[in-house]
Every structure is written in structure tokens, then in C-alpha cells.
């Protein structure tokens, strides 16, 4: 076994460094294509659990660690930490970290979960142009250094974030997309499992739509057992909307309990490092630029259903009922609203256009 300090990325002016590659004697299997993941916002609460779970996935070799100039030590210490549960585990990732965000050149998946999140009481809209000021430059940085990377983003308000970072980078519409709706979903699976006695496995269901206030709930694509919801007798007694009140309610409630959520989004943005570099084509509801994928709607990014694979996303397309269609352009209008405002706002401010 060889063990060395790799060439550090910015290690000579303090402000990053690099944490330790062991090399396995054995090369990666050849049918595997090996990939690094950087994480922007890497000293939060959900990007450090999220390089945590990242790390499982077989496909990852290599994890870049960015935060804010003046977090280096918090950084340093991350990497270690996180070299320890590799150790651990048993497994051989090679884990760097850097203040410059020009150190996300060569990534494959740049996850993006730095921003400021929702205090208690506040909406994730209230975030949108505070978040945008933060990702804006960012993304014009990754476009122009990482031209082929997938840009996965999580901050809040996702849907305006993945319009303004599908802007300022540049990148092609399907290497640019949002959590979306993908939680909110996998919460509402789980309760409806929990319903009716069934495993998890057994339920399909999609909320598409904002992360947020005005999701929709897609009934007329929801199965148990492979057998469409409404065929079932229980049916007529299911608490739909208290269950999609739960499910709205429940990233407050646990920032209200306990300070913030971490597993669920951090295990969901896992699913999906996964899913695109396993080149699984699995669909998830996520936040991705539609054109007129759900009737003939389109024009912002939103949570819908999409093929995900190692090319990044592409919408489904999908016919559902009258009801979730007319939801479903509320929910449209919401976000087109608030992201013209705020992509309007940010080509007024001064700073983010002399950035570019
Ligand atoms: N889409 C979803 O389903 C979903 C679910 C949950 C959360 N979220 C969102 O994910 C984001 C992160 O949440 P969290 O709980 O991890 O928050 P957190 O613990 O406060 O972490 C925020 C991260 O953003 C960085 N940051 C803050 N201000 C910044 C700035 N001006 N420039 C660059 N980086 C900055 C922080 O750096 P420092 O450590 O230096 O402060 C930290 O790394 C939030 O926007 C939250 O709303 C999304």
C-alpha cells in the first residue's frame, strides 16, 4: 500500500489542502467509470452528511470538499473525520477540500447545497433572492471551469435556484437540475405505506410541482402493489389531504424540533448521485427545465418526473387528471413568477454583473 499526500489544490496558500488517498492494490473494476463529486456548502449540516452518504456509492473515488474562505480548519477537519469512516469502512476514497470554487474543474456531479437555509416560520420564497445572490456567481464559475459536470442543486428555493444556476452556468438543460419534489415524494410513499400495512417498496407515487407550498400530489400515478390507488375500497377513506398537509409541514417541523433536516435530503441526494453514475435510468420527480412535458406547460424548472441517467435528466412525458393539471399550472405560475423577479433583480445587481 502506498500512502501520500496527492498534489493539494491550493495547499501552498493555506487556504485548502488534501486529505490522504490510500491506493488499493487492485484497480477499479474496468466496467466501473470512477467519478468525483464535489460539494458546494460542504461545512453545512446536509452537505457534510450528504459527502457522507455520497461516499457509499461504489462509483465515487474521489470527494472535493468546498466552502467559504475562513472555514479551512472546519474543512481540514471534515476531510479527516471523513478519511477516519473510510478507514472505517474499509473503503478507498480519496477526500480533498478547497475554499475556490475553480476547484470543482473536473467533477463529474457538483452538488450545491450552500446557501442560507429557512429559520422556523419562513418560507423557503423568502430565501429566493438571498440564495440567488450566492449561487449566481457560483454557477457562472462552475460553466466556465467544469463545462461538463451535471450541477445538482439543493439549496432552497430549489426550483428558482436551478433556473437562475441553469442561467448563470450555461450548461445544457439536462446537466443542470434540482432536488426537486424527490423528498416530498419518498414522504409520501412512506406515509401511504404506513397506511396500509404495506412495505415501502410496494408504493409508487410522485409529487410534482414546487418544493413547497404549492405541491401536487399525483393520485392518478399512485400504486400499491402495482394496483392504481383509486381501484383499491380503502381508498375512499384515505386522509389525501391530510396526508399531503403532513408532508408539507414536515421540513418545518423538523427545523422546529431539531434545528434543521440533514438525513432524508441528504440520503435523497445520495439516491441521486447514484442513480446518475450508475447510469440507472431510474425516474425521479425532480426540479429540471420543462418545455411542454406535462401538458403542453413549460418554460421554468420544476419538479416533474425525469429519466435520470448518466447524461443527466430528461422530463418524462406525462398526461395526468384535470384537477392535478390545473394544480399543477398554479404551481407553474407561482415559480415562474418568482423567478422572473428574482432573475430580473439579480441583472440589476451590479456586482453579479461584473462578475461575469
Ligand atoms: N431541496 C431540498 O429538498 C432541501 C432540503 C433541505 C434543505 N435544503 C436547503 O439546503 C441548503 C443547506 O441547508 P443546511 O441545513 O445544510 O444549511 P447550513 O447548515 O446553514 O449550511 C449552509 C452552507 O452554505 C454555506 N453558506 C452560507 N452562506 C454562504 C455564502 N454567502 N456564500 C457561500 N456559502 C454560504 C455555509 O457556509 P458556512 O459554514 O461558512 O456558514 C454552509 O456550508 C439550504 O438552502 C436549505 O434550505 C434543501
Known amino acids: 500500500m502506498d500512502i501520500r499526500r496527492p498534489r493539494g489544490c491550493g495547499v501552498e496558500d493555506g487556504r485548502s489542502g488534501e486529505g490522504w488517498h490510500v491506493e488499493s492494490t487492485e484497480d477499479a473494476s474496468p466496467t466501473r467509470i470512477m467519478a468525483k463529486v464535489a460539494i458546494l456548502g460542504a461545512t453545512g449540516r446536509i452537505g457534510s452528511f450528504a459527502a457522507s452518504a455520497i461516499s457509499?456509492?461504489?462509483?465515487?473515488?474521489?470527494?472535493?470538499?468546498?466552502?467559504r474562505s475562513g472555514r479551512e480548519e472546519y474543512l481540514e477537519g471534515l476531510a479527516r473525520d471523513l478519511m477516519d469512516s473510510f478507514a472505517a469502512r474499509g473503503t478507498d476514497t480519496r477526500v480533498s477540500w478547497s475554499c475556490e470554487t475553480e476547484d470543482v474543474a473536473g467533477s463529474d456531479i457538483i452538488v450545491c447545497t450552500a446557501g442560507v437555509p429557512r429559520q422556523p416560520g419562513q418560507d423557503r420564497l423568502d430565501l429566493a433572492l438571498e440564495n440567488a445572490r450566492i449561487i449566481a456567481p457560483t454557477a457562472r464559475t462552475i460553466g466556465r471551469?467544469?463545462?461538463?459536470?451535471?450541477?445538482?442543486?439543493?439549496?432552497?428555493?430549489?426550483?428558482?435556484?436551478?433556473?437562475?444556476?441553469?442561467?448563470?452556468?450555461g450548461l445544457p438543460h439536462q446537466r443542470v437540475f434540482g432536488l426537486g419534489t424527490h423528498l416530498d415524494s419518498m414522504r409520501l410513499k412512506s406515509l401511504i405505506a404506513d397506511y396500509f400495512g404495506v412495505h415501502v417498496s410496494e408504493v409508487h407515487t410522485r409529487i410534482i410541482g414546487e418544493h413547497g407550498e404549492s405541491m401536487v400530489p399525483l393520485w392518478s400515478a399512485t400504486t400499491i402493489g402495482g394496483i392504481q390507488i383509486s381501484n383499491l375500497p380503502a381508498f375512499s377513506q384515505l386522509p389525501t389531504d391530510e396526508m399531503v398537509e403532513t408532508?408539507?409541514?414536515?421540513?418545518?417541523?423538523?427545523?422546529?424540533?431539531?434545528?434543521?433536516?440533514?438525513?432524508g435530503p441528504g440520503e435523497a441526494i445520495a439516491t441521486l448521485v447514484r442513480t446518475i453514475l450508475g447510469d440507472e435510468n431510474r425516474i425521479l420527480t425532480i426540479s429540471t427545465y420543462?418545455?411542454?412535458?406535462?401538458?403542453?406547460i413549460g418554460g421554468v424548472c420544476i419538479g416533474v418526473p425525469a429519466r435520470v441517467n448518466r447524461s443527466g435528466v430528461f422530463p418524462v412525458p406525462i398526461l395526468i387528471e384535470k384537477s392535478e393539471v390545473q394544480a399543477f399550472r398554479q404551481s407553474v405560475e407561482r415559480i415562474r413568477s418568482i423567478t422572473k423577479e428574482v432573475l430580473e433583480r439579480l441583472e440589476n445587481t451590479d456586482e453579479i454583473r461584473s462578475s461575469g
Not at 56 to 67: A, C, F, T
Open 290 to 296: 420543462i418545455r411542454k412535458e406535462v401538458h403542453n
Open 247 to 263: 408532508v408539507k409541514n414536515t421540513g418545518e417541523l423538523i427545523i422546529r424540533q431539531k434545528g434543521s433536516t440533514i438525513f
Open 56 to 67: 457509499h456509492i461504489p462509483h465515487v473515488s474521489e470527494l472535493l470538499l468546498v466552502g
Open 145 to 169: 471551469v467544469a463545462p461538463d459536470a451535471i450541477l445538482f442543486m439543493v439549496s432552497n428555493p430549489v426550483d428558482v435556484l436551478t433556473t437562475v444556476a441553469l442561467d448563470y452556468s
